[in-house]
């Protein structure tokens, strides 16, 4: 519970969080609202919840980037000296970052979902275009978890990685390139890739991704098995 | 037994050999002087005691025990490794609270602490606007929050201005006062030599000496400064008698080796040859400190 309330100190004391949570809905508010202001109203009507739940992927690197920034800050900054002789187990410093990176992630995409929502189907609404209730709420599910699961990997692979540049460098990679490519030459395997995965989970039409939910599961299982190795290299290696 | 026990500790990272068979303990209620140049394998010692890095062999101890088995590390142990382990965007009242908090300690012990290292102005400033001085402030600040029976500080003097030096000599002789064993680091001896009772002293990570200050100026080998109108003849004198020594440039004055002051003024007087002057070489603790570790040809 200490080091718990000690990770959540860390993350609101500093302003990249609300900067990097500002800035999300900011660039969300601004698409949501161009998008369905001025996007050709048949376009609108016809669409699939994709043409209007926007910048998803986006807010995905913002929520994963907050997530690496909870764990590599640590050796950022050295305060894992501190961390580390305070609570000398330590898979419970990383068991506590995991749980805050939970908590901020669902904060996120609390707020996704309310700008999306409030600016974007409020914006169609007025327009005379009419969302499909199960539809909007499928896909604002896949989102919100995408963003929670989003953020989550960030921890788990800034406690892997430790090197705050790398972590968010093999992050991206990971989400917006990997997969893309592996698709692109044909593989199968690209459609298990995180970036695709999340695709899946956001419900993005495509033939070449996995279920919504078999999306959501393997991204999950990503961050479960980063987790996992994330603390028992913690545990294991040395703070130098 | 001693608050600090280091038994025959050898750390090795890949090929080199940062600490090589090192032991030593450190005491209650005495500040002790960690001393070597850089890269001697100070902090390696320190990270070693306080469960960060593993020993290849050998042992560190606190109260007897190994850093992980202590029950209640925050009460034994205060450290601070490096005046830099903090994160910039965050105030300073801000960063002693996250320790605080992982250790269970109340926010009004931050604000105590803060008020003990006199950084209660600065508190909710943003760290990357504080000085070398503040910042270790703020280090031996969170080192302090949980009261602890143990102080171990890395190079606390860097970057201090003699104000700032003299406010952590007399906080630490202090804190040593009430009971506390203190061991602080340093490369520069002049920065501890009027704060620490007793020193360890080690070089490429081998003990060089454990002891009191007034033992590391004993094994003092200083030359002797003999002024004498007949300094040739003195000279072939002192080298008959087995005395080493060097010239200075000057025809009335050398340097001798290998005699006392006591040696060389009996022998003068015994041949009827006037000296004006006959005293040791002006050397410091320093040198003395330098001469023990190698001068810098430690550095690895």
Known sequence: ?240 | MAEITVQRLTKRYGETLAVDDLSFTVQAGRVTGFLGPNGSGKSTTMRALLGLVRPTSGRALIMGRPFAELSDPVRAVGAALDAHDVHPGRSGRAHLRTIAAAAGLPTSRVDEVLDMVELTPARDRRVKGYSMGMRQRLALAAALLGDPKILMLDEPANGLDPQGMRWLRDILVRLAGEGRAVLISSHVLSEVEQTVDSVVVIGAGRLVMQGSLAELVKGDRRPALVRSPRAAELRELLEDAGASVASDGRRDSMHVHNASLEEIGTLAADHGIPIFELTHEVTTLEDRFLELTGEGGNVR
């Open chain 1, 1 to 240: 519970m200490n080091a718990l309330k000690s990770e959540w100190l860390k993350l609101v004391s500093v302003r990249t969080t609300w900067g990097l949570l500002g800035a999300m809905v900011l660039i969300e508010g601004l698409a949501a609202g161009l998008v369905t202001g001025l996007g050709d109203i048949e376009d609108l009507r016809r669409g699939n919840v994709a043409t209007f739940i926007i910048g998803t992927h986006l807010a995905t690197v913002f929520m994963f980037t907050l997530g690496a920034l909870l764990s590599t800050n640590e050796f950022r900054h050295g305060t894992a000296n501190s961390t580390y002789v305070v609570t000398p187990k330590r898979e419970r410093v990383v068991l506590a970052k995991l749980a805050v990176g939970l908590a901020v992630g669902v904060v996120g995409a609390l707020l996704y979902i309310a700008v999306n929502a409030g600016l974007g189907l409020s914006i169609l609404s007025s327009r005379g275009v009419v969302v499909d209730a199960d539809t909007a709420v499928n896909g604002y599910v896949g989102v919100g978890v995408g963003l929670v699961l989003g953020c989550l990997f960030g921890v788990a692979l800034g406690s892997l990685l430790r090197n705050q540049v790398l972590t968010i460098i093999v992050g991206l990679v990971l989400f917006l390139l990997a997969g893309t490519v592996a698709l692109f030459i044909g593989s199968d395997v690209g459609r298990y890739f995180p970036g695709e995965a999340l695709l899946a989970l956001q419900n993005t039409p495509s033939v070449d991704l996995l279920s919504q939910t078999d999306g959501g599961l393997v991204l999950a299982a990503y961050c479960v098995v980063l987790g996992i190795a994330g603390m028992i290299f913690t545990r294991q290696r040395e703070i130098t």
